[in-house]
């Protein structure tokens, strides 16, 4: 049971590169997010899923687009990386809960750096 | 004002310690109060929820609610090397949003 798997682990970039985080779960939750995590800050939420086909903004998703096209997958990607967007990415997956749906499962990371 | 405030320590305690972690929220109406423990280059995971005011305890851990003070906090007793860790407040705000505090880095040692 691998849970939430993340593929880069690490990853540089150089300014205006593009590239693709995959995010795959294996335990049939319907809602899956994107996180990013800098020094000094709580998490943040960049896009979210609440199933197959959905895709909805959360607090930072300039620069960032993302895709569900399977229920198990979920894709970020950045279209021009900038230095700023030089961290640590999350994801997570969940499924609803009868008094709120955030109990979150998430993924080991993806350390960026974009030089 | 940020909405969740954590103190990003580091803590440092003696193995057996009792540890008091603790956070500060801003909106009254908040109901939902995680905590979550991230291990050095891992992703967080979920220790403990509560919902409300009052305590909620899972063997050596106690999650506390002060709605009238607006302040969360997480005890840990009889503090393990293993325990070593960063702790985040988190608190579901509804819509999907959760606001995660900046985490304290706690370190216990042997």
């Known amino acids: 049971n691998a849970g939430v798997t993340q593929t880069p682990k690490f990853r540089v970039l150089k300014t205006g590169q593009s590239m693709t985080l995959l995010c795959a779960q294996d335990?049939?939750?319907?809602?899956m997010y994107w996180y990013r995590q800098d020094p000094g800050m709580g998490l943040r939420l960049i896009h979210y899923s609440v199933g197959e086909g959905t895709t909805a903004k959360g607090e930072v998703p300039d620069g960032y687009n993302v895709s569900r096209l399977k229920k198990q997958n979920f894709l970020l990607g950045l279209e021009s990386a900038a230095p700023s967007q030089t961290s640590v990415y999350f994801c997570?997956?969940?499924?609803?809960?009868?008094?709120?749906?955030?109990?979150?499962?998430f993924g080991q990371g993806t350390r960026l750096t974009v030089v | 004002q940020k909405e969740v405030e954590q103190d990003p320590g580091p803590l440092s305690v003696p193995e057996g310690a009792i540890v008091s972690l603790n956070c500060t929220y801003s909106n009254s109406a908040f109901q939902y109060f995680m905590w979550y423990r991230q291990y050095s280059r891992k992703g967080p995971e979920l220790l403990m929820y509560t919902y409300s005011s009052g305590n909620k305890e899972d063997g050596r851990f106690t999650a506390q609610v002060d709605k009238s003070s607006k302040y969360i906090s997480l005890f840990i007793r009889d503090s393990q090397p293993s325990d070593s860790a960063t702790y985040l407040c988190?608190?579901?705000?509804?819509?999907?949003?959760?606001?995660f505090g900046a985490g304290t880095r706690l370190f216990v040692k042997a």
């Open positions: 988190a608190i579901y705000t509804g819509g999907f949003k959760t606001i």
């Open positions: 997570a997956s969940s499924y609803p809960d009868r008094d709120f749906n955030t109990e979150a499962f």
């Open positions: 335990m049939n939750h319907e809602y």
